[in-house]
């Protein structure tokens, strides 16, 4: 199999590019003339071709584009526009050039008779399966636009979860580094100016003080040391995660931390209710949508407890208390869960509680945010005072001495 890039005129008398997989040059021309198309030029693709990516290998769209997608995608074939069209129409208008790439796939097959989900699952590293589930479902039930409604307003919420999540780690994160650089800088420019000036005076230096020039000359000499050990920290801390024991502790760390393991909770619950509750209202069976679900957490525990919840439910089980047991997942969502077990009313309590978690999300990242920025505040003015102390302790023996 090899990749073709392509220029054809489509039957309407429009230029379209775009790249084809196939086993030869003569499959993809048979490819592309199958729909009437006049092949302008094709050719193999080659390194030139090839978009330049800085996702450093990473495929995802998004959140926030894949709701746009849904949301366009639902309008347009709302007009009654047919799928293929709606497709071609979505590609030529879509920034992001991965999405865009896979939409051109997904058109290509879906026009070689593919349905729309088995074209979406060709590009699994693109769409979710979360989203080519509920597109799958919505083909079997002929509700499309209905899924398409459910997973742009799923995507947009979960954007919004996402973007609160990252404002709590950003802001003290750029407050650290911020910090570390106002120290840098201090030692390696601010404090070898007075340390020249003590020198010329014969001044004798505190133990404090000369312990702070040596860190300074360590830093200004030995600088690459500091990048070495930093750059392998980043990459043990790496390796490590990516082990089992590691990626256990890093979830319970996430899940303990004083600071962030509630936000990590919540953060869990308010995911697990708003795609569960996506997945039952498109009519999927319920050991179906807790496996997906369970894919689309990001913290081990949880996912592990997910799978877990799927195999007991599957032996009888009621979730909600299966959750109890469990004693991760927080005592309100197991009980609302429980009363709408009871009620079968299940899809709208979890929507009740996704709402309720998504809320308590934003309130438990203020409160992270208010608690991190005295932190970093206090740990500059350590850092920076540390510094100026060591500077104003020899000027004091030089008074003193004058004195």
Same mark, same amino acid.
């Given at each position: 199999? !090899? =990749?073709?890039?392509?220029?054809?005129?489509?039957? #309407?008398? @429009?230029?379209?590019?775009? @790249?084809?997989?196939?086993?030869?040059?003569?499959?993809?021309? =048979? #490819?592309?003339? %199958? $729909?009437?198309?006049?092949?302008?030029?094709?050719?193999?693709?080659?390194?030139? $071709?090839?978009?330049? /990516? &800085?996702? &450093? +290998?990473?495929?995802?769209?998004?959140?926030?584009?894949? +709701?746009? &997608?849904? @949301?366009? &995608? =639902?309008?347009?074939? /709302?007009? +009654?526009?047919?799928?293929?069209? *709606?497709?071609?129409?979505?590609?030529?208008?879509?920034?992001? @050039?991965?999405?865009?790439? *896979?939409?051109?796939?997904?058109?290509?097959?879906?026009?070689?008779? $593919? %349905?729309?989900?088995?074209?979406?699952?060709?590009?699994? !590293?693109?769409?979710? %399966?979360?989203?080519? =589930?509920?597109?799958?479902?919505?083909?079997?039930s002929g509700s499309l636009e209905v899924a398409l409604i459910r997973m742009s307003t799923h995507f947009e919420k979960d954007a919004r979860l996402k973007g609160m999540v990252k404002k709590a780690m950003m802001y003290p994160i750029i407050l650290i580094i911020v910090a570390i650089a106002v120290m840098v800088l201090m030692l390696t420019k601010i404090l070898p100016m007075f340390t020249s000036m003590f020198e010329e005076a014969g001044t004798k230096m505190p133990g404090f003080t000369q312990f702070m020039i040596d860190a300074s000359d360590l830093l200004i000499e030995r600088w690459y040391v500091f990048v070495i050990v930093i750059v392998a920290i980043v990459v043990s801390y790496k390796i490590f995660a990516k082990t089992d024991t590691g990626a256990h502790l890093l979830a319970k760390i996430a899940v303990k931390a004083p600071v962030f393991g509630n936000l990590t909770t919540k953060t869990a619950a308010a995911r697990f209710a708003r795609n569960f509750s996506t997945l039952i209202a498109a009519g999927m069976p319920m050991m179906d949508a807790l496996d997906i679900t369970a894919a689309t957490m990001t913290n081990l525990l949880f996912k592990e407890a997910l799978y877990d919840l799927r195999d007991q439910v599957s032996l009888g089980s009621s979730i909600s208390t299966t959750l109890k047991n469990g004693n991760l997942f927080p005592s309100m969502i197991c009980h609302m869960i429980g009363i709408g077990e009871e009620t079968g009313n299940l899809e709208d309590m979890l929507d009740s509680c996704a709402d309720y978690y998504d809320e308590e999300v934003e309130l438990a990242t203020q409160s992270v945010t208010a608690l991190m920025e005295p932190m970093v505040i206090i740990f500059m003015a350590v850092i920076i005072g540390s510094i100026v102390i060591a500077i104003y302790l020899p000027m004091m023996s030089m008074y003193d001495a004058i004195g």
């Amino acid at each position: 199999m !090899a =990749n073709y890039v392509y220029q054809v005129m489509t039957p #309407s008398g @429009k230029e379209q590019k775009g @790249k084809i997989t196939a086993d030869s040059k003569e499959a993809a021309q =048979n #490819s592309l003339k %199958s $729909d009437g198309s006049i092949i302008l030029s094709i050719k193999e693709e080659t390194v030139l $071709d090839k978009d330049i /990516s &800085f996702r &450093f +290998g990473r495929k995802k769209v998004k959140s926030r584009d894949l +709701g746009v &997608f849904c @949301k366009q &995608f =639902n309008s347009i074939l /709302s007009a +009654g526009v047919s799928v293929v069209a *709606a497709l071609e129409m979505l590609c030529d208008q879509t920034e992001d @050039k991965v999405l865009k790439a *896979a939409l051109s796939n997904v058109r290509n097959n879906v026009e070689k008779g $593919d %349905s729309l989900a088995t074209a979406m699952k060709k590009e699994q !590293a693109v769409f979710p %399966s979360l989203l080519i =589930n509920m597109i799958e479902a919505g083909e079997a039930s002929g509700s499309l636009e209905v899924a398409l409604i459910r997973m742009s307003t799923h995507f947009e919420k979960d954007a919004r979860l996402k973007g609160m999540v990252k404002k709590a780690m950003m802001y003290p994160i750029i407050l650290i580094i911020v910090a570390i650089a106002v120290m840098v800088l201090m030692l390696t420019k601010i404090l070898p100016m007075f340390t020249s000036m003590f020198e010329e005076a014969g001044t004798k230096m505190p133990g404090f003080t000369q312990f702070m020039i040596d860190a300074s000359d360590l830093l200004i000499e030995r600088w690459y040391v500091f990048v070495i050990v930093i750059v392998a920290i980043v990459v043990s801390y790496k390796i490590f995660a990516k082990t089992d024991t590691g990626a256990h502790l890093l979830a319970k760390i996430a899940v303990k931390a004083p600071v962030f393991g509630n936000l990590t909770t919540k953060t869990a619950a308010a995911r697990f209710a708003r795609n569960f509750s996506t997945l039952i209202a498109a009519g999927m069976p319920m050991m179906d949508a807790l496996d997906i679900t369970a894919a689309t957490m990001t913290n081990l525990l949880f996912k592990e407890a997910l799978y877990d919840l799927r195999d007991q439910v599957s032996l009888g089980s009621s979730i909600s208390t299966t959750l109890k047991n469990g004693n991760l997942f927080p005592s309100m969502i197991c009980h609302m869960i429980g009363i709408g077990e009871e009620t079968g009313n299940l899809e709208d309590m979890l929507d009740s509680c996704a709402d309720y978690y998504d809320e308590e999300v934003e309130l438990a990242t203020q409160s992270v945010t208010a608690l991190m920025e005295p932190m970093v505040i206090i740990f500059m003015a350590v850092i920076i005072g540390s510094i100026v102390i060591a500077i104003y302790l020899p000027m004091m023996s030089m008074y003193d001495a004058i004195g």
